[in-house]
């Protein structure tokens, strides 16, 4: 089969490491992809939201199946797009169509979903820009913090959590008013804060039946101790020690089961990742947010525990023949540890050379906002750079060898938080 990964990141990195270790996979593509895809696949300029450029590349390569990495084109339809062409129709994508993708599309579209499937979520209301005085009103009902989501897709940096009734009214007047988050936030849902621990879940579904993947949990606050502005995603832990298998019993059937339920119900066509955010409140496990693809960095502590081959498992999901496949689960644990740019999440430089790579041992690099330069050299090209993931027996080990590894890299002004895993 000729395979091509949309999308540029660890996530796409990761997959391209996998997707290449399949007997199935003859030629592996990833567009545009990044410095580590272009070791192991062959690399195609192009955006992940040009369709027509994504036709005629996959028409060009004679590719057979297309694993959609990032939100973006999920949201905006690119499975409805291969389906509506008669070119097209016959190959797979790996990811939702369009209806269901509003799971991740709209705060207000998934907690309607979450409250009509009798799913567990905090409550909520939600408000547009003629209705920011309610919206006022309903804070004043809340207790602090108080949690406002642009309704749209703002690259994560869409919510926002605030002790200060005053300033949680000034933002949900930047944010509907001033568009803070421009279109994202033409709507904003405010939400109860939920006060537990995070984690995430990921399963896959072929419309029919589903299989659960390894639980994780990330780290998204740039600073240690979980404090600082919110990013994409500064490490990720897999298992989660915390989960035990009563637990994980709730989250299926609570949770699991009635997402799948209410998809089918709800006529939402669906094959592919759901990555579910949970917190732990209590002993009970409730729904911060649904994305309709795998996350990142956890893609980097869930995928290398997987012993499958993935490519089998995205057939099974196309024919919908995923309940014949049996998930087998490496025991160790896996964790990662992102590297980003000074002054991530806001203003960073890029191209910055990157060096020690092959010092590194026992850990896998999977490399993110890092690209070739002219000269042939890896240098940085975003905000997060790369991700160190080590096995180990326990999470505590896993998590040494892949600081051992970072001590050997370095790049201008190179961060990474030294605490990952520090409140379990």
């Known amino acids: 089969m000729n395979i091509l990964i949309l999308g540029s990141g660890g996530r796409e990195h990761t997959f391209a490491w996998k ?30 939201t040009d369709f027509p450029a994504i036709k005629s590349t996959v028409l060009s390569n004679e590719i057979n199946m297309v694993v959609v990495g990032p939100e973006d084109p999920l949201v905006l339809g690119i499975h409805d797009f291969f389906l509506n062409d008669f070119e097209l129709k016959h190959i797979p994508v790996i990811g939702p169509q369009k209806a269901a993708a509003e799971l991740e599309g709209s ?12 799913i567990p979520t905090a409550a909520y209301q939600a408000f547009d820009k003629d209705m920011v005085e309610n919206g006022c009103a309903f804070l004043e009902s809340l207790n602090p913090p108080y949690v406002l989501k642009a309704d749209g897709l703002a690259a994560g940096k869409g919510v926002l959590i605030l002790n200060d009734l005053e300033e949680a009214k000034t933002e949900l007047r930047n944010m509907l008013v001033d568009s803070k988050f421009g279109a994202a936030s033409s709507r904003v849902v405010i939400e109860e804060f939920l006060n537990g621990i995070e984690l995430s879940c990921f399963v896959l579904t072929d419309g029919k039946s589903y299989k659960i993947l390894p639980t994780a949990k990330d780290y998204k606050r740039i600073g240690e101790g979980d404090t600082g502005l919110n990013t994409g995603g500064m490490g990720a832990i897999s298992p989660v020690p915390f989960a035990t298998p009563e637990f994980l019993n709730k989250i299926e059937e609570r949770i699991v089961k009635p997402t799948i339920d209410g998809l089918k119900k709800d006529n939402l066509p669906y094959k592919g990742f759901i990555f579910i955010g949970l917190i732990k409140v209590g002993n009970e496990p409730k729904v911060i947010e649904y994305n309709v693809r795998m996350g990142d960095p956890e893609t980097e502590v869930v995928l290398p525990r997987l012993k499958n081959d993935l490519v089998e498992i995205f057939n099974a999901i196309s024919n919908q023949t995923l309940h014949e496949i049996d998930i087998e689960i490496d025991e160790r644990a896996a964790t990662t540890i992102m590297m980003v740019s000074g002054g991530y999440p806001e203003a960073y430089e890029k191209g910055k050379e990157i060096t020690g790579l092959d010092q590194v041992q026992d850990s896998i690099v999977f490399h993110a906002g890092a690209t070739l330069s002219d000269d042939n050299k890896i240098v940085t090209s975003g905000g997060r750079v790369m991700a160190i993931t080590s096995y180990g027996k326990t999470y505590q080990e896993a998590i040494k060898k892949s600081y051992q590894n970072i001590e050997k890299l370095h790049f201008d002004k190179m961060y990474y938080r030294k605490d990952i895993g520090f409140d379990l």
Do not use: Y
Not at 107 to 118: C, G, I
């Open 19 to 48: 997707i290449a270790q399949s007997t199935i996979c003859k030629n592996l593509f990833v567009a545009p992809g990044n410095s580590g895809t272009a070791k192991i696949a062959t690399n195609i300029d192009l955006k992940v």
């Open 107 to 118: 705060k207000q579209f998934a907690k309607e979903f979450m409250m009509r499937h009798s």
